[in-house]
């Protein structure tokens, strides 16, 4: 497939259909789902190689060719970061964020994700700091477009309140957790197990 991709006269649009069946064949679901894992390490030296092409930032993308690009890139660091390979994942996370930011704009719900998904292996890199700021601007994202009551809000909340924790605000992070556990209460129920999960961590915290 590189071969074929990298010579001179490889259109744009052979391209574009190396994104899509990659895209279509890629399992979606990778933290703590093995299951995927023998599936992705066929196909993560296929996804690096296409969208590592020297010549990608040149080839012309519709807006269906660019969420593909960033997707696979957001995937592949996925898998990476699971396997302990952070490092690796880092510049692909950052280069799906740039994609996003220019084909949605930057405060859009995707890029929220993307953000929150850098914030992820800045954590697990050690980077505290850095990954609180994304998280605060993925957070204000997705509080603007779905509202302070949503979901999406709750887990920008509980993974705020894990990396504040780190950074030594034990009552910030407690605020935050509160928020993310109320938000799931009201959405989900108690008995739920995110709900039972947060308040079990919260309890934890309120112990230390």
């Given amino acids: 497939m590189r071969m074929i991709l990298t010579a001179p006269e490889a259109p744009a649009r052979e391209f574009r259909s190396a994104l899509r069946l990659l895209r279509a064949d890629a399992p979606a679901e990778i933290i703590m789902t093995p299951l995927s894992w023998p599936r992705w390490s066929v196909l993560l030296p296929h996804v690096l190689a296409v969208t590592g092409l020297p010549e990608v930032d040149d080839v012309p993308l519709p807006r269906s060719g660019a969420e593909e690009m960033s997707w696979l890139l957001d995937r592949a660091a996925t898998y990476l970061a699971e396997h302990g390979r952070a490092e690796e994942a880092k510049p692909l996370l950052e280069r799906a964020l740039l994609i996003d930011e220019a084909t949605y704009g930057s405060d859009h719900p995707t890029v929220g994700v993307g953000l929150s998904n850098l914030a992820r292996v800045l954590k697990i890199l050690g980077d505290a700091d850095g990954a609180r700021v994304l998280l605060e601007r993925a957070l204000a994202i997705h509080e603007a477009t779905y509202g302070s009551d949503h ?16 950074l030594g605000d034990v009552t910030g992070a407690r605020r935050l957790l509160e928020r993310a556990l109320a938000i799931h209460e009201a959405t989900y129920g108690s008995d739920h197990r995110q709900s039972l999960a947060l308040r079990q961590l919260l309890a934890e915290w309120v112990d230390q």
Avoid: T
């Avoid at 993974?159 to 780190?166: G, I």
């Fill in 151 to 166: 979901p999406a809000v709750a887990i920008d909340l509980g993974n705020l309140a894990e990396v504040v924790w780190e």
